[in-house]
């Protein structure tokens, strides 16, 4: 199985007739995604790759019966559209665009969780469930179905872990690429439920980087669930108060660290790799 990109997802592209949103609406339906349309307001009845082309979010539920999206709108259009699905119904809402303003994230987050709506981003490669599709931009051809749930901060990462994985005889349910903004919408943590609840997931991969406490958080959530995880932090050279890549990789003199992370995974029984191409190894160790 999978989770949150399944059987019954049927999504919309926000953006898509846009030169990215186009490109990307085509890879999704080679990957075999349930694409039912597209949004772009002004453009109503166009095609797009053999999509309808709707004005509005609304007129996609009412016609084609859409209940998520993935969003290719420009960074500070991105409230909008957001705020345009949530009103909409959407129950899984997937936000590409990085450099998203802040207060803009808080208020979309803080809609998806009062109409009960998941939000992935922004500044994620989206979401990949192999046999179902995905709603993203990442690379279908290193990730093959298997036994493991991935969470990742880096989409560039889990793309590597990925490749080394199915490398090794080994394949996912899911990956979601939580995000690399400072602020995001759903964060590792809050997954976990998700992936435990899956009969087809025996254990999670987190690829976690420096910066914040989101592995911290996952580490207690994990605690309360019967599934293994093992992870790889990226950012062991990175020197405190350098923000490394990502929005959100940045580290203090007082936490962030990849020591301080690896100290707190382990105390949870979370196998910690030294390397991306060690995860195999470790996980036969911890996981299989």
């Known amino acids: 199985m999978s989770i949150l990109l399944t059987s019954s997802t049927r999504a919309i592209v926000q953006g898509g007739t846009g030169r990215i949103g186009a490109r990307q609406t085509e890879w999704m339906l080679k990957a075999g995604t349930c694409l039912v349309g597209a949004v772009t307001p002004g453009k109503g009845g166009a095609d797009l790759h053999g999509l309808p082309v709707f004005d509005s979010v609304g007129e996609a539920v009412e016609r084609v019966q859409a209940n998520a999206s993935v969003s290719f709108v420009p960074g500070p259009h991105v409230r909008a559209a957001a705020l345009e699905a949530v009103e909409a119904g959407l129950r899984l809402i997937v936000v590409i665009a990085e450099h998203v303003p802040v207060y803009d994230t808080l208020e979309i987050r803080e809609a998806c969780r009062e109409s009960g709506a998941v ?13 179902f599709g995905k709603l993203g931009i990442m690379p279908v ?16 990462l889990a793309y ?26 759903t964060d590792m943590a809050e997954f976990v439920p998700w992936f435990a609840a899956d009969p087809d997931t025996k254990g999670l991969v987190v690829v976690g980087e420096i910066g914040g406490t989101q592995e911290e958080r996952l580490a207690a959530a994990l605690a309360d669930y019967d599934l293994p995880a093992c992870a790889y932090i990226a950012g062991r050279t990175a020197p405190a ?45 911890g996981l299989v």
């Not at 939000?119 to 046999?131: D, E, K, L």
């Not at 007082?254 to 195999?280: C, D």
């Open 160 to 185: 590597e872990v990925a490749g080394i994985l199915q490398a090794a005889g080994m394949g996912v349910t899911t990956m979601v690429g939580v995000g690399g903004d400072p602020i995001i919408g």
């Open 141 to 156: 051809n290193v990730f093959s179905p298997g036994r493991l749930g991935m969470l990742s901060r880096s989409g560039t």
């Open 241 to 285: 108060g350098k923000r490394m890549g990502h929005a959100g990789a940045l580290m203090s003199a007082k936490q962030g660290s990849v020591a301080q992370k690896t100290e707190i995974l382990e105390r949870a029984g979370i196998r910690v790799a030294a390397s991306p191409r060690l995860l195999p190894a470790t996980i036969r160790e």
């Open 119 to 131: 939000m992935i981003g922004p500044n994620t490669p989206g979401i990949i469930s192999p046999g």
